[in-house]
C-alpha cells in the first residue's frame, strides 16, 4: 500500500509505541527490553523523528518539523516535556501524537485525486487511458511538490520546467516507456517499472528503485538504493556508496554517460559534484545467501554513451567529470574504426549507381538492427526536431 496515505497513517498508529522505544537510550529499557510508565524521550531523539513526521499549528499553513511543535508551550502539558531534562515523557508523548497525527494533506492520495495534470513536451499516441500523471500544488512554500507518473505505457515523455524543481518524483507501474525529466529533483522513486528508461536531472537526496524488471536509470544524484530487481542498468554519478538491499539480480552498474545543456548548473543547484563518484563501489546491505554476483560493473566492450535528443539553453556540452580511460579507450576505438570505414568506402571508387545501392543495402541492415535490439520504438516515439525537440525546455 505505499500508495496509500491512509495505509501510512494506519501503520505508524498502530506501531508508534514499536517506534518511540526504538529510540530509547538502553537505561530508559526495562530487563525485557520495553519501556515503563517512568521511560523518557530524549530531545534528540524526537528531532530525529522529525525525518517522518511534521505538522501545522491551528491551520496556520506554515508547515514544521515535529521538533519545533513539541517545544511550544502550550504542549508540554500533554506531551509531557520537562525543561530540566530536556526529555519527554513516554506515555505521554505517545498519547499526544497519537491524538495529534492525521494523513498528509499534501501527499500521493490528494495528489492523484486533486493534482494538476501535467503537459509534456513529449508525448507520442499510446495507450493513455489508464496512466496517470499529475503533481501536488505548492499550496505550502516550505513543502516540496510531488509528482506522481502511474501506468505510462510505450510512451516517450520530456519535461524540465519550474513544476519539477525540487519535487519527490513517484513513477509507477510504467512500462516500455522512456521517460526524461530534465530538471533538479528532490528525490525519485521508481516502482514496479518494466523494460523502460529513466533520464533524469541531479536528485539533491535519494533514487530508490523497487521491484523493477530490466530499466535503466540515469542520473546524477546523492543516493541510490535498490531491492528486488532483476537485470537492471545505473549509469550513475554518486558521492556515496550504491545501496544494493534484498532481492536484486543481476545488476549492472556504469558510468554516467550523457549530458544536457542545464546539467552542470543543475547539478550546482542541488549541490552535487564530479568528485568524489562512487558509481563502480556498490555496498551489499543485505546479502542474498552470500551470494556476491548479485551485481557486475559494465563490462566496456558493452559501453556506449547516451544522447538526450532535445535541444535547450546551457553551457553543458559533455559528460561532467568525463569517463573512466577504459569506458574513454573502448569510444575512442570505435570512432577510430568508424573514420576507417568511412575513407574505406570514400576510396572505393563506386559508382553513382554503387553508391545508392550500397546506401539501400546499409539502411536496411540499420533497421534490421533497430527492430532487433528494439530501439526502434525509441526512435519512432520522437518527433522531427522542427516539430518539437525544443519544447523540452518549457
Not at 80 to 106: H, I, Q, V
Not at 333 to 362: I, M, N, P, Y
Request: aromatic share 8%; charged share 15%; proline share 6%.
Amino acid at each position: 500500500q505505499n500508495w496509500n496515505d491512509q495505509e501510512h497513517l494506519a501503520f505508524v498508529q498502530s506501531h508508534l509505541l514499536d517506534i518511540l522505544e526504538l529510540l530509547l537510550e538502553p537505561e530508559q529499557l526495562s530487563a525485557s527490553s520495553h519501556s515503563s510508565c517512568s521511560s523518557l524521550v530524549s530531545f534528540e531523539a524526537v528531532c530525529a523523528l522529525s525525518f517522518l513526521l511534521e505538522g501545522t499549528v491551528s491551520n496556520s499553513g506554515t508547515v514544521r518539523p515535529l521538533h519545533e511543535l513539541a517545544l511550544r508551550q502550550p504542549c508540554h502539558g500533554h506531551n509531557g516535556y520537562s525543561r530540566g531534562s530536556r526529555a519527554f515523557s513516554l506515555p505521554k508523548l505517545e498519547s499526544w501524537l497519537r491524538s495529534s497525527l492525521s494523513a498528509n494533506p499534501l501527499g500521493m492520495t490528494v495528489c492523484l485525486k486533486a493534482g494538476k495534470k501535467l503537459a509534456w513536451a513529449q508525448q507520442v499516441e499510446g495507450t493513455t487511458r489508464r496512466a496517470k500523471i499529475a503533481c501536488s500544488a505548492r499550496v505550502v512554500p516550505e513543502v516540496s511538490p510531488m509528482v506522481i507518473m502511474s501506468q505510462v505505457y510505450r510512451q516517450t515523455l520530456a519535461k524540465s520546467s519550474d513544476t519539477l524543481v525540487g519535487a519527490h518524483v513517484r513513477i509507477h507501474r510504467c512500462n516500455e516507456s522512456f521517460i526524461y525529466l530534465l530538471s533538479p529533483l528532490r528525490s525519485v522513486t521508481i516502482e514496479k517499472c518494466r523494460n523502460s528508461t529513466f533520464v533524469l536531472g541531479p536528485v539533491g537526496t535519494s533514487v530508490h528503485v523497487q521491484s523493477c524488471d530490466n530499466v535503466k536509470v540515469i542520473v546524477v544524484c546523492h543516493r541510490l538504493s535498490l531491492s528486488s530487481t532483476t537485470g537492471c542498468t545505473f549509469h550513475t554519478l554518486t558521492p556515496t556508496q550504491p545501496l544494493i538491499l534484498s532481492g536484486n539480480q543481476a545488476v549492472s552498474f556504469a558510468p554516467f554517460h550523457t549530458h544536457y545543456p542545464m546539467l552542470e548548473d543543475h547539478m550546482a543547484q542541488v549541490g552535487l559534484a564530479t568528485l568524489p563518484n562512487y558509481w563502480d563501489s556498490p555496498m551489499l546491505v543485505c546479502r542474498d545467501s552470500g551470494d556476491t554476483s548479485v551485481f557486475r560493473l559494465l563490462p566496456p566492450s558493452d559501453f556506449y554513451t547516451f544522447v538526450i535528443p532535445f535541444e535547450m539553453e546551457g553551457d553543458t556540452t559533455e559528460t561532467p567529470g568525463g569517463l573512466p580511460q577504459e569506458y574513454q579507450e573502448v569510444l575512442s576505438q570505435r570512432e577510430q574504426k568508424v573514420q576507417v570505414w568511412q575513407r574505406t568506402v570514400k576510396e572505393a571508387g563506386l559508382t553513382r549507381d554503387q553508391r545508392k545501392q550500397f546506401q539501400t543495402v546499409v539502411e536496411n541492415k540499420f533497421y534490421e538492427w533497430l527492430v532487433q535490439t528494439g530501439n526502434r520504438q525509441q526512435l519512432d516515439s520522437l518527433v522531427p526536431p522542427a516539430l518539437g525537440s525544443k519544447q523540452a525546455a518549457g
